[in-house]
């Protein structure tokens, strides 16, 4: 069974830096692109980054772009999401999902999503 | 970025009534590379539909979509209690990937 789980959310204050994992399982991983989405309190989805099987390519939304890095570690089952400069909004609960779609593009959906961790940036 | 804005944002329908959710894009979705997703209560979000109208694993036949370009159509045949949720579209043909706003579906 194809798996994805997420931890590291928590409290942090704005100007502050997290770090998120994503542990997955039940295929192989290393061919899969990886991807964070977040969903703010009683709002929306918004995807955030994605990272390529081998790690060599990312990318990010605009509105986090510069602030979070995205990485993996193949030999771990890993995805991970560095968060800095953390603003009030960018409180939300961060979801980890496998990219399915055309290898190679950006071209994904998300199959499946981890529960989410929630991260609360807050004074 | 493709902005996609679904209709209505709640339906109030009773078991057994078809529902059907309205997905429109700011441009035209290449490839038809749009999804849909249900998400319940403290749950994550569950895919259901790729490629505009391909079933996802082990999603009932109740579950239908269709559409090309600029439009598309989740319908649910007929309501089952379990399928009170929101549904949310999303492209997946143009950077960044985009999501719709949701539609609840709530029982009347």
């Known amino acids: 069974e194809v798996q994805v789980l997420e931890s590291g959310g928590g409290l942090v204050q704005p100007g502050g830096s997290l770090r998120l994992s994503c542990a997955a399982s039940g295929f192989t991983f290393s061919t899969n692109a990886m991807s964070w989405v977040r969903q703010a309190p009683g709002k929306g989805l918004e995807w955030v980054s994605v990272i390529s099987g081998s790690g060599g390519r990312t990318d990010y939304a605009d509105s986090v772009k510069g602030r979070f890095s995205i990485s993996r570690d193949n030999s771990k089952n890993m995805v991970y999401l560095q968060m800095s400069s953390l603003r009030t909004e960018d409180t939300a609960i961060y979801y980890c999902a496998k990219d399915r779609g055309i290898s190679g593009t950006w071209q994904y959906f998300f199959d499946p999503w981890g529960q989410g961790t929630l991260v609360t940036v807050s004074s | 970025e493709i902005v996609l804005t679904q209709s209505p944002g709640t339906l109030s329908l009773s078991p057994g009534e078809r529902a059907i959710f309205s997905c429109r894009a700011s441009q035209s979705v290449t490839s038809s590379y749009l999804a849909w997703y249900q998400q319940k209560p403290g749950q994550a979000p569950r895919l259901l539909i790729y490629g505009a109208s391909s079933r996802a694993t082990g999603i009932p036949d109740r579950f239908s979509g269709s559409g090309s370009g600029t439009d598309f159509t989740l319908t649910i045949s007929r309501l089952e209690p379990e399928d009170f949720a929101v549904y949310y579209c999303?492209?997946?043909?143009?950077?960044?990937?985009?999501f719709g706003q949701g539609t609840k579906v709530e029982i009347k």
């Open positions: 999303q492209q997946y043909g143009n950077s960044p990937r985009t």
